[in-house]
């Protein structure tokens, strides 16, 4: 069974640009939500996304959105990024919104310059 | 206020012998999931164990074993026989509630453990 698969891996963007980062969950899961790392505030929520629905959602500014498609993959995007957005992103997929087993990405590295 | 824990920032133990890293948590919850995880330098959260609230055995994972004592809020990961390559940043994080209208996953600071040779 294939893992989460995140892509790209590495990003360099330029202040003020938008990004989106893509998150392909494991197959049958349907329950993706996003985290984001960075080294002075560790690892945050950002949303979760079942069933094409944003079911949660963390405290940040409307500049960072999501989306997921009818096949569970899921998207976030930033737009007007800020060297602030500098992090790892991380995306997790379960089964369901009761399962407990989260299942990591390795990640988007994301550098704004 | 902090919900999950995690007091020492970096560890060191010697290859071959058991660790232990503590988590304590904070919850008014009845209902909640305590992991770890496992992130080498490459960045992938990987998961080790998980316990839930109401699991009356402590969890084990092969090598890892988690310390549940509820009254004391704390889930410890106790690793034996320690390798190089456990070498890595380990993070406890908790999921409150199974609510249909979702969840997430609160993270401590993390420790840096360091296996030696």
């Known amino acids: 069974k294939a893992g989460v698969t995140q892509t790209p891996r590495y990003l360099i963007k330029t202040r003020g640009q938008q990004v989106t980062l893509s998150c392909s969950p494991i197959?049958?899961?349907?329950?993706v939500s996003w985290y984001q790392q960075t080294p002075g505030q560790g690892l945050q929520f950002l949303f979760e996304?079942?069933?094409?629905?944003?079911?949660n959602k963390g405290n940040f500014p409307g500049r960072f959105s999501g989306r997921q498609f009818s096949n569970s993959r899921s998207e976030m995007n930033v737009s007007t990024l800020e060297l602030g957005d500098s992090a790892l992103y991380l995306c997790?997929?379960?089964?369901?919104?009761?399962?407990?087993?989260?299942?990591f990405g390795s990640g988007t590295r994301l550098t704004v310059v | 206020a902090q919900k999950i824990t995690q007091t020492q920032p970096g560890m060191f133990v010697q290859e071959k012998e058991a660790v232990t890293l503590d988590c304590t948590y904070d919850t008014s919850d009845p209902s909640y999931g305590l992991f770890w995880y496992k992130q080498p330098s490459s960045g992938e959260m990987i998961f080790l164990i998980y316990q839930g609230s109401y699991d009356q055995q402590n969890a084990t994972e092969g090598r890892y074993s988690l310390n549940f004592q509820k009254a004391r809020k704390s889930a410890n990961l106790v690793i034996s026989a320690s390798q190089l390559g456990d070498s890595a940043m380990y993070f406890c994080a908790m999921r409150e509630g199974q609510s249909v209208s979702g969840s997430r996953l609160t993270f401590g600071e993390g420790t840096q453990l360091t296996v030696n040779p």
């Open positions: 996304y079942f069933s094409e629905t944003q079911r």
């Open positions: 997790a997929s379960r089964e369901d919104q009761t399962g407990s087993g989260y299942t």
């Open positions: 197959s049958g899961h349907r329950s």
